[in-house]
């Protein structure tokens, strides 16, 4: 298929619909779909459709089974991946640019929910069961962000016991800026309207919302704050 619509689009003269028919039919990756594992896909017309062929911007790898991957259109995905193992749930709302690469360990759930920008993030929860990701409505996240739900590798002391904390998830509350290089470690909850400024380590839950949270390892540097996108006037 892929290969006629190449053929096709060098007679199409006008530019965007060759563009279109290439993202659609010969960039995008086929899902394959095995062991109960589930794409669902909800429109904005109200239709439902049940595993796609492929979604643009978005290349899923199923490598378990039973996980559900559910998303509630408009999204604008870019350069995009999600690999996940068994028994997953994800879920993504409405969002005008997602561009993330996510490795989900069994029994793992992420929930992004309306109106969120991402613009390039690494989200790890890999080696341990059942952690999980919140990101609340109108969040946004620069580049080069990571996030970690787990320590991803045994720590043991020199008897060769586990000493790992035990589990925990992240939490990215409503309105809230991520700044460009941070780091988000397994435990953190991020509240209301915070800004958390560029290559911070953030390794603990903070509650006091409208608050600039900066440094290695973050700490509230700045009370009273809220913030607005666009441009400085």
Not at 127 to 151: F, H, R
Request: charged fraction near 20%.
């Amino acid at each position: 298929m892929k290969y006629l619509i190449t053929i096709v689009c060098w007679f199409i003269p006008i530019k965007n619909v060759r563009i279109y028919l290439k993202n659609k039919y010969v960039k995008s990756k086929r899902i394959k779909y095995t062991n109960g594992n589930k794409v669902i896909v909800h429109g904005e017309n109200g239709e439902i459709i049940v595993n796609p062929y492929s979604i643009l911007g978005l290349k899923i790898s199923f490598n378990g089974h039973n996980s559900i991957i559910e998303l509630y259109k408009p999204i604008k995905f870019y350069k995009s991946e999600i690999k996940v193992d068994s028994n997953c749930k994800i879920t993504i709302h409405k969002s005008y640019q997602i561009n993330m690469l996510v490795y989900a360990y069994d029994d793992s759930s992420i929930f992004i929910d309306d109106n969120v920008g991402i613009g390039g993030a690494r989200i790890h929860m890999m080696n341990e069961k059942g952690t999980s990701l919140y990101i609340g409505p109108d969040a946004v996240l620069s580049y080069d962000i990571e996030i970690y739900t787990t320590d991803t590798h045994p720590i043991l002391d020199l008897h060769g016991n586990i000493i790992n904390n035990t589990k925990s998830s992240v939490i990215i509350g409503a309105h809230t800026w991520v700044g460009a290089s941070s780091v988000l470690l397994k435990g953190c909850q991020l509240p209301e309207n915070c800004i958390i400024g560029h290559s911070s380590v953030v390794t603990k839950k903070f509650q006091e919302p409208n608050t600039i949270i900066a440094g290695n390892p973050a700490r509230v540097v700045k009370s009273n704050i809220n913030w607005r996108g666009g441009t400085i006037d």
